[in-house]
Every structure is written in structure tokens, then in C-alpha cells.
């Protein structure tokens, strides 16, 4: 059996026995340390997935030593600027060793699981709901034919003789 779990931002395929390297975990050699984020845990047909994690399922592990991973060197530059950075890091680590996968059976987590029922008022909401629907929508289009019926603002007639600002019949 072998359970796939989530620690320190990364995912680990563990059996037991394995000896892992991971992230720093605060602890010293010897004492034991439960990972609780499990993805998946089970072998073959027996797998379960979790969405997204395993309810019930477990990994402890022991811690083995604190350790520190490789150096490695971050080095910046910027062509033609005078312009270079150096810099070295290793990352803290823990290495451990997996003890135990514990999962709880399936059976046992379908049956605490209550199943959905779907009580009648749901279906007299689910109906009211498509009713109300309804109503707005032929709302909405009785309100589009009123506007589209709805007589133009009337226009300003055009007089036919146009005379300029000042001057009246009579002078001419």
C-alpha cells in the first residue's frame, strides 16, 4: 500500500519504509511527526482519491536527522552594465522515515456519510423559482412591445415662409 501526501508545497509518493528528504519540519532525531494532507492513499483497485484529501487517512513517520540539501549558486547579470550578483543557498531540510499508512476502511466511510434527501419544499421553491422566471421574462417583453408601439414625440411643423430675424413683411 502507498499513499500520496502533501508537505512543504510539494507532493510525495510514500511507502512504508521510505526515507524521504523534505522541507524543514521542527522536530529533532527520533521524535515522530503525522502528516495529515493525504491526496490518496491505497495500491491497485483499492485506491482512494481524495477530493482533495482522504477523510480518516494518515502517514507518521520518524524523524531521522535535520540536514541541509546541496549548494547551489543564483548568479545575476546584466550585459554591459557592470552589473553581477553571486549568491549561494542550501535549503534546510528533514529527512524521515515513513512508519505507518493508516486509513480507515471504505465501508466505514459510506456508511457515517447520511445520504441526500431532497425534502418537498425544495420542489415547491425549484417550481416557484421557474414561475418567477417565467413571469419576468413575459415581463420583459410585454415592456419591449409597449416601447416599440409607443408614438414618436411630434414634430415641429416647418412654416413655409422663412423671413430674416428683424425684418418684417410690411418693410419690404
Do not use: C, W
Request: glycine share 6%; hydrophobic share 40%.
Amino acid at each position: 500500500m502507498y499513499a500520496i501526501i502533501r508537505t512543504g508545497g510539494k507532493q510525495y509518493r510514500v511507502a512504508e519504509s521510505d526515507v524521504l528528504k523534505i522541507e524543514k519540519l521542527p522536530g529533532a532525531a527520533g521524535e515522530t511527526v503525522a502528516f495529515g494532507e493525504v491526496l490518496m492513499v491505497g495500491a491497485g483497485a483499492e485506491a482512494r482519491v481524495g477530493a482533495p484529501l482522504v477523510e480518516g487517512a494518515r502517514v507518521t513517520a520518524e524523524i531521522l536527522e535535520q540536514a541541509r540539501g546541496p549548494k547551489i549558486i543564483v548568479f545575476k547579470k546584466q550585459r554591459r552594465q557592470n552589473h553581477r550578483r553571486k549568491r549561494g543557498h542550501r535549503q534546510d531540510l528533514t529527512v524521515v522515515r515513513i512508519t505507518a499508512i493508516e486509513a480507515k476502511a471504505k465501508a466505514a466511510a459510506k456508511a457515517t456519510t447520511p445520504k441526500a434527501v431532497k425534502p418537498k419544499a425544495d420542489d415547491t421553491a425549484a417550481k416557484a423559482s421557474t414561475k418567477k422566471a417565467a413571469a419576468s421574462a413575459d415581463d420583459k417583453a410585454a415592456a419591449k412591445a409597449k416601447k416599440a408601439t409607443r408614438p414618436k414625440s411630434p414634430e415641429k411643423p416647418k412654416s413655409a415662409d422663412k423671413t430674416p430675424a428683424g425684418k418684417t413683411e410690411e418693410s419690404s
